[in-house]
């Protein structure tokens, strides 16, 4: 006689007390399964580029039995349909940057809307923002104990947010207004700080307006201003500021000003006025792009030939070497010896680049520090620039990189030389002529960031390693990744 019993009839009976184990046991469970990976593979889309994206998702995959899939897949179905996304604020337009420059001004002020957010996720050895226990250390390990260059910097930061104008940039003097230079140079001195619009009770409104200001300046090709200097310095400024507040509208912003100056590098690798493609290397406007094009990369832009254009500019960059005097060229072309000539703020320019793209071990670099290892800066007598502070910004970056003896002759008396030029309110004028019809914003700027070198951690301090092929980078496949 047949019992009735069937695997069916079974299922039926255990399933009170398997529904009890569930509840239990799965809730707590396989929620937190569920979001460990959902968050992985979240990470893995902002900060990976597409094939590390597609391998994470196949691993993941692999790595899941028959059984754990159709559980993680019926959890999905269980799930409220609604889709939730605690990052974006659905209230924040996502500008078209093809659409007309005057429509893309009017949704900007709300697509730079700050949210914060806190999670339980943290990455070791990835810092987003300085905070004081940074600084102090930073300070103590590498500043001067004779100077107090922090104090420096405190006031160098009030002289700009009171010079802050109400539309929330900052302009130049005379023929050098060019607000969007100047707004990208005040804002990375604000974000080197570690202020933030979440961060800084004091200077969050100040950066705020700043990246607002940016943001709806911003045209239809993705540039800033036709100014390549100012164009790259403003999207330098744009990619940390997406670095360090996560802002998602940002990234719009920093990939199309980005895309902008790869369309505008040459063949060669080099870059020139105006992005114009007529063979011109100069050493001067390459500088710049290669922060921008670095602090993007480091930042995780998705542009298309993004490391292909890094790698070529450290081609364009080694093209300007001198090696007879280890010095670097600031635009050599046939029948002008004035661009042919070596500099000491190119020299500076070229030893920084290189080092920003892995390239510290190069011959180039080598050279370019022996010819800068004689140099004393000197505020009343600046030797060999009409431009001493710009030369000094990247000289200073170039030593602290190289370390050792070498950044300790230089800043000895680099951080005296600043401390004692120093204007009473907090800005600094430039000695060099040349540089002084620039006006303060520029001096106090570029002067403040060459301070805060001791504990600066924007995107472009990030080590980038070097594929086997000099001069191209890679972005690295794995980050540590603690859940808390």
């Known amino acids: 006689m047949k019992s009735g019993r069937t695997p069916e009839t079974d299922r039926r ?6 529904r009890r184990i569930l509840d239990h046991v799965w809730g707590p469970t396989g929620s937190v399964v569920l979001h460990v990976l959902i968050i992985l593979l979240l990470l893995q889309f902002v900060i990976q580029p597409k094939t590390v994206r597609d391998r994470t998702i196949e691993a ?28 974006v604020n659905p209230a924040i337009p996502t500008p078209d940057l093809a659409a007309d420059p005057g429509e893309l001004a009017e949704v ?15 990455m070791p050895g990835l810092r987003f923002g300085v905070t004081a226990s940074l600084r102090r250390t930073g300070l103590e390990a590498n500043g001067d104990r004779h100077t107090d260059t922090e104090a420096c910097v405190v006031r160098a930061l009030e002289w700009l947010k009171d010079r802050q ?3 929330g940039s900052w302009s130049g003097d005379g023929a050098a207004r060019n607000p969007a230079a100047m707004t990208g140079l ?31 300046r911003q045209r239809a090709d993705g540039s800033f201003d036709d100014n390549a200097y100012a164009n790259a310095i403003a999207v330098y400024a744009v990619a940390e500021s997406y670095f360090l507040t996560r802002i998602p509208s940002l990234r719009l912003a920093m990939e199309g000003g980005l895309g902008r100056i790869i369309a505008g590098q040459q063949d060669t690798g080099a870059f020139t006025y105006g992005y114009a493609k007529n063979g011109r290397r100069d050493t001067s406007v390459a500088g710049w792009q290669v922060q921008a094009l670095k602090a993007g990369f480091v930042a995780g832009a998705d542009v298309p030939g993004l490391a292909t254009a890094l790698g070529r500019c450290a081609d364009g960059l080694r093209a300007n070497h001198e090696p007879s005097t280890g010095r670097f060229l600031y635009a050599p072309e046939p029948g002008k010896p004035d661009g042919s000539r070596p500099t000491l703020a190119c020299t500076g320019i070229g030893v920084l680049s290189l080092q920003m793209l892995g390239l510290a071990g190069s011959r180039e670099v080598e050279g370019g520090l022996r010819a800068l290892a004689g140099h004393r800066p000197d505020y009343r007598a600046p030797e060999g620039t009409g431009r001493p502070l710009y030369a000094w910004y990247y000289i200073t970056q170039a ?5 050792q003896s070498a950044w300790r002759r230089w800043n000895g008396a680099f951080a005296r030389t600043m401390s004692a030029a120093q204007n009473t309110d907090g800005s600094w004028i430039s000695a060099g002529a ?25 995107g472009t301090y990030a080590p980038v390693p070097a594929d086997p092929q000099p001069g191209r980078v890679s972005q690295p496949d794995d980050v540590p990744i603690v859940v808390l």
């Not at 009976?13 to 398997?18: C, E, K, V």
């Not at 900007?108 to 806190?118: L, N, R, T, W, Y």
């Open 13 to 18: 009976r255990r399933s009170p007390r398997l």
């Open 60 to 87: 993941v995959i692999e790595a899941m039995n028959p059984a754990d899939l159709d559980d993680f897949r019926r959890e999905l179905d269980r799930a409220d349909p609604t889709p939730v996304d605690p990052v």
């Open 108 to 122: 900007a002020p709300a697509m730079v809307e700050a949210v914060d957010v806190f999670s339980p996720l943290t």
């Open 165 to 167: 104008l109400a539309d």
């Open 186 to 216: 005040a804002l990375l001195c604000f974000l080197a700080h570690g202020e933030t619009p979440a961060s800084s009770e004091r200077y969050g409104g100040t950066v705020d307006r700043a990246i607002r200001w940016l943001a709806a």
């Open 399 to 403: 030593m602290f990189r190289e370390g």
């Open 434 to 458: 040349e540089e002084a019809e620039l006006g303060p914003v520029y001096g106090t700027t570029v002067s403040a960031l060459s301070l805060m070198v001791y504990y600066r951690t924007l």
